[in-house]
């Protein structure tokens, strides 16, 4: 099974900071990755898709980009609404893994 | 617009069996591929479960399998998880989700415990 890791697990900022957060697949998965958000009681979100397409109606401040096997989503200017947790998940192979989450917490 | 409903979640004993059903509404749904996703208390996502359009084709998280089963009845627009032999690390929020490979839509979720 392809391993993704993410990091950091947890991640401290203030409102107008850019934050990154990275996820490492275990082996090539091409393009095959999406970023979620996921804020307490709520169900995922998707943020982006195939490792930097913007789905429709997420603000431009979240982006996507991809090195090899080491993929980034940035915040360029964290807003009080992105206070949350945020997944990465490969779907190169329909055995689909999720990152283990970081958390995005006020500073 | 896109709705997903789960249902069928509660207290089920070790051992026991539960069927979660997601009722789908605002798109064509014989037309997409659905997944289940499950988040055990305070931690992480899981995928559960993959299938096919048709339900012809199939996959399961190796935690899963031979243990639970998905099918779908795409002139009902829903979509099950019949779960056997529960576990207490079966416990969690289950949630259905579209399509195949990145999901665009999940449902809210249904809560599954295991426990004595």
Sequence with gaps: DIQMTQSPSTLSASVGDRVTVTCRASQSISSWLAWYQQKPGKAPKLLIYKASVLERGVPSRFSGTESGTEFTLTISSLQPDDFATYYCQQYDTYSKTFGQGTRVEIK | ?116
């Design chain 2, 1 to 116: 617009e896109v709705q997903l409903v789960e249902s069928g979640g509660g207290l089920v004993q070790p051992g026991g069996s539960l069927r979660l059903s997601c009722a789908a509404s605002g798109f064509i749904f014989r037309d997409y591929e659905f997944n289940w996703v499950r988040q055990a208390p305070g931690k992480g996502l899981e995928w559960v479960s993959y299938i096919s359009r048709s339900g012809s084709l199939i996959y399961y998280a190796d935690s899963v399998k031979g243990r639970f089963t998905v099918f779908r009845d795409n002139a009902n627009n829903s979509l099950f998880l019949q779960m056997n032999s529960l576990r207490a690390e079966d416990t969690g929020i289950y949630y259905c989700a579209r399509p195949g490979g990145y999901l665009d839509s999940w449902g809210q979720g249904t809560r599954v415990t295991v426990s004595a």
